[in-house]
């Protein structure tokens, strides 16, 4: 395992503890360093609206994103009973739990994955979310890997309610809705660039978030600004 990028991981996750921050973009980096780091092959984050009802926030790749909402819609899998449960949920071979889950274990055969782990995003006494780890062959998980990613889970949980109070819930709360809105402006905005530009929807979250970045600007801004044309936005849309 990486050490260093192991360190600069949780100093990137903490730094958000006292910063304004983009809630997608901070979940997405998320991911992107569980698959860098936690030997797994995609990662995804669902968490919690106002309604207590599970929304896919972010993923490591169009893929498993879809897979995530595979499982939302068909009311199954590891990562809802994690949620229901808050415990993790370790699944070394998911051809094993085929009378469990069974349109979910089809789906994420045909998705390309063998194993999957789910860990509870919580708060305390309360679970919020889950973040969720698939692995594209079947096998045992690193024991050191695991306790790792719930700890990544945990400190981005904390990142998530920005503040210590006793209104913990409702800034929760308010910054999930408010995530919920720039989530689908940023997969409008993706769609729009995919098409215009003639590339996949991954290639084109990657193109707007790399605009954000460079630009030092939110992602749902830059999003929002592309599907209204309300300013320009040089090379993004060439």
Same mark, same amino acid.
């Given at each position: 395992?990486?050490?260093?990028?192991?360190?600069? %991981?949780?100093?990137?996750?903490?730094?958000? $503890?006292? *910063?304004?921050?983009?809630?997608?973009?901070?979940?997405?980096?998320?991911?992107?360093?569980?698959?860098?780091? $936690?030997?797994?092959?995609? *990662?995804?984050?669902?968490? *919690?609206?106002? +309604?207590?009802?599970?929304?896919?926030m972010a993923a490591s790749d169009e893929q498993?994103? &879809?897979?995530?909402?595979?499982?939302?819609?068909? +009311?199954?899998?590891p990562c809802l009973d994690c949620f229901r449960t808050g415990t993790p949920v370790i699944v070394p071979d998911l051809t094993r739990e085929f009378a469990r889950w069974p349109r979910f274990v089809t789906a994420a055969h045909r998705s390309g994955f063998g194993a999957v782990q789910a860990l509870p995003m919580r708060l305390r006494d309360e679970t919020v979310g889950a973040l969720n780890l698939f692995r594209a062959t079947p096998g045992p998980f690193d024991l050191a890997a695991t306790p790792l990613a719930q700890a990544l889970a +945990?400190?981005? %949980?904390? !990142? &998530?309610?920005?503040?210590? !109070?006793?209104?913990? !819930? %409702?800034?929760?709360? #308010?910054?999930?809705? %408010?995530?919920?809105?720039?989530?689908?402006?940023?997969?409008?905005?993706?769609?729009?660039?995919? #098409?215009?530009?003639?590339? +996949?929807? #991954?290639?084109?979250?990657?193109?707007?978030?790399g605009y954000a970045r460079s630009h030092n600007r939110r992602l749902s801004d830059v999003a929002r600004a592309f599907i209204d044309d309300s300013e320009p936005l040089p090379g993004l849309g060439a």
């Open positions: 395992m990486n050490q260093q990028l192991l360190a600069k %991981t949780f100093v990137e996750l903490a730094d958000n $503890l006292v *910063a304004d921050f983009d809630l997608i973009d901070f979940l997405r980096l998320l991911t992107d360093r569980c698959v860098g780091m $936690l030997d797994a092959s995609a *990662a995804g984050v669902l968490l *919690a609206d106002r +309604d207590g009802k599970l929304r896919v498993v994103r &879809l897979l995530e909402l595979f499982q939302l819609q068909n +009311d199954e899998g +945990d400190v981005a %949980t904390i !990142s &998530l309610l920005q503040q210590r !109070s006793s209104r913990r !819930s %409702t800034v929760l709360n #308010e910054q999930l809705q %408010t995530a919920l809105n720039s989530r689908v402006l940023i997969e409008q905005a993706k769609g729009k660039l995919a #098409e215009r530009r003639g590339i +996949d929807m #991954e290639q084109a979250f990657t193109a707007l978030r």
